[in-house]
């Protein structure tokens, strides 16, 4: 028999926990039982671990339920110990014995006497309880927000792809010229019609170099809102916003679609290019794993060559901080192209180099 009595101190402290507004009903009374029959109540520790888990389901219950345990406990322990002899009392006087003789003693057998049948056992009166724990209103607790973090925010990003503009005016000629209209009236000394001018379009080409999967993975969906932005909801015509995909390296081959299903040569990636086709990189380059790759950094050299062949407005966004290239492959290619790091500030800067406005741009690790 154990020390304590595991379904007197369920049964007290479920009634108890009820007083305390706890959304308790039979079923997790019932429950309780059920744990303490298949061995999850073998001591004080067990018990209580066992009721927390069953009927503590916030962080405020959890803290009113550890004072409310101890004061169950103390009574239970307070009810089991012996009460002490009144005092000045006097012991029941001993029933003197018969004697009875021998010979009946020898003759007659002892008579039994019938054993009364023992009480029904006591069950505790939950016929008040509801079976289902009522739905009442749990005490407001202290949250901490759990927010996905970006290197920059969706809205910056179309902020700031609203400054990649290349103006040709070769639209419909239905813009009204004022001062070309004010030149011809003062040169043909009357006014005949007014001056139109052609609407101006946005030309600006963007071919966007995503680097996807491996250490780029936990920036999927930044690069996604990057790629969206830069189609649906900047300046530029959907028609000139292309994107490609590849792993660690553009080397040989690139893919059209995020999954690197669709593959095509790089070769024909860069066919699309001309000296006004602004190109943005996306990638870690290395940065996120802290490896410094020689191969890696032969490879991304060859492949930025290659591209100012074709173009010089060139860009590259690294999501990883800045002090993070320190020793990795990225450090290296950072010499060799602009490099910013992917926030607010950063693109703000590729943007005015892929746009033909180059900053002075000299590396540092700090």
Same mark, same amino acid.
């Given at each position: 028999?154990t020390?304590?009595?595991?379904?007197?101190?369920v049964?007290?402290?479920?009634?108890?926990?009820r007083?305390?507004?706890?959304?308790?009903?039979?079923?997790?009374?019932? =429950? %309780? @039982?059920?744990?303490?029959?298949?061995?999850?109540g073998?001591? *004080?520790?067990?018990? #209580? $671990? +066992?009721?927390?888990?069953?009927?503590?389901h916030?962080?405020?219950?959890?803290?009113?339920?550890?004072?409310?345990?101890?004061?169950?406990?103390?009574?239970?322990?307070?009810?089991?110990?012996?009460?002490?002899?009144?005092?000045?009392?006097?012991?029941?006087?001993?029933?003197?014995?018969?004697?009875v003789?021998?010979?009946?003693?020898?003759?007659e057998?002892?008579?039994?006497?019938?054993?009364?049948?023992?009480?029904?056992?006591?069950? =505790? %009166? @939950?016929?008040?309880?509801?079976v289902?724990?009522?739905?009442? *209103?749990?005490?407001? #607790? $202290? +949250?901490?927000?759990l927010?996905?973090?970006y290197?920059?925010?969706?809205?910056?990003?179309?902020y700031n792809?609203r400054?990649?503009?290349?103006?040709v005016a070769?639209?419909?000629?239905?813009?009204l010229?004022?001062d070309?209209?004010?030149?011809?009236?003062?040169?043909?000394?009357?006014?005949?019609?007014?001056?139109?001018?052609?609407?101006?379009r946005?030309q600006?080409?963007l071919?966007?170099?995503?680097?996807?999967?491996?250490?780029?993975?936990?920036?999927h969906?930044?690069?996604?809102?990057?790629?969206?932005?830069?189609?649906?909801?900047s300046?530029?015509?959907?028609?000139?916003?292309?994107a490609?995909?590849f792993q660690?390296?553009?080397?040989?081959?690139?893919?059209?679609?995020?999954y690197?299903?669709?593959?095509?040569?790089?070769?024909a990636?860069l066919?699309?290019?001309?000296?006004?086709?602004?190109?943005l990189?996306v990638?870690?380059?290395?940065?996120?794993?802290?490896?410094?790759?020689?191969d890696r950094?032969r490879?991304?050299?060859?492949?930025?060559?290659q591209l100012?062949?074709?173009?010089?407005?060139?860009?590259?966004?690294?999501p990883?901080?800045?002090?993070?290239w320190?020793?990795?492959?990225?450090?290296?290619?950072?010499?060799s192209?602009?490099?910013?790091?992917?926030?607010?500030?950063?693109?703000?800067?590729a943007i005015d180099?892929v746009?033909?406005?180059?900053?002075?741009?000299?590396?540092?690790?700090?």
């Amino acid at each position: 028999m154990t020390a304590f009595d595991p379904q007197a101190l369920v049964l007290r402290t479920f009634l108890q926990l009820r007083r305390s507004n706890f959304k308790l009903g039979v079923a997790d009374y019932m =429950a %309780a @039982l059920d744990a303490v029959a298949g061995g999850f109540g073998e001591d *004080l520790a067990s018990l #209580e $671990d +066992t009721l927390k888990l069953l009927w503590c389901h916030s962080l405020s219950e959890h803290s009113q339920f550890q004072p409310i345990w101890q004061s169950v406990h103390r009574q239970v322990k307070a009810n089991r110990q012996p009460k002490p002899p009144f005092p000045g009392g006097r012991e029941a006087p001993s029933r003197p014995q018969e004697t009875v003789p021998a010979r009946h003693q020898a003759s007659e057998p002892p008579m039994l006497q019938p054993q009364p049948p023992p009480p029904p056992p006591r069950r =505790a %009166a @939950l016929g008040s309880l509801p079976v289902q724990a009522p739905s009442l *209103l749990s005490g407001e #607790e $202290d +949250t901490i927000p759990l927010q996905a973090y970006y290197p920059i925010s969706r809205r910056s990003m179309v902020y700031n792809w609203r400054y990649l503009r290349r103006p040709v005016a070769d639209g419909p000629q239905d813009v009204l010229d004022i001062d070309a209209t004010i030149q011809q009236v003062t040169r043909q000394g009357f006014y005949l019609a007014p001056v139109y001018g052609r609407r101006e379009r946005n030309q600006a080409r963007l071919l966007l170099f995503i680097d996807h999967d491996g250490s780029m993975t936990p920036f999927h969906q930044f690069t996604g809102d990057l790629v969206e932005t830069a189609q649906q909801e900047s300046p530029l015509d959907a028609e000139n916003v292309n994107a490609v995909y590849f792993q660690n390296v553009p080397a040989g081959t690139v893919f059209r679609d995020v999954y690197l299903t669709q593959s095509m040569p790089l070769a024909a990636a860069l066919g699309s290019c001309d000296p006004t086709t602004s190109v943005l990189i996306v990638s870690d380059g290395g940065a996120a794993r802290g490896y410094r790759l020689r191969d890696r950094v032969r490879s991304t050299s060859r492949f930025l060559l290659q591209l100012k062949r074709h173009t010089s407005l060139v860009a590259w966004l690294n999501p990883m901080p800045r002090r993070r290239w320190v020793g990795s492959s990225a450090e290296i290619i950072a010499h060799s192209v602009p490099m910013f790091q992917m926030d607010s500030d950063g693109l703000n800067n590729a943007i005015d180099v892929v746009r033909g406005q180059p900053l002075k741009h000299t590396y540092s690790a700090s």
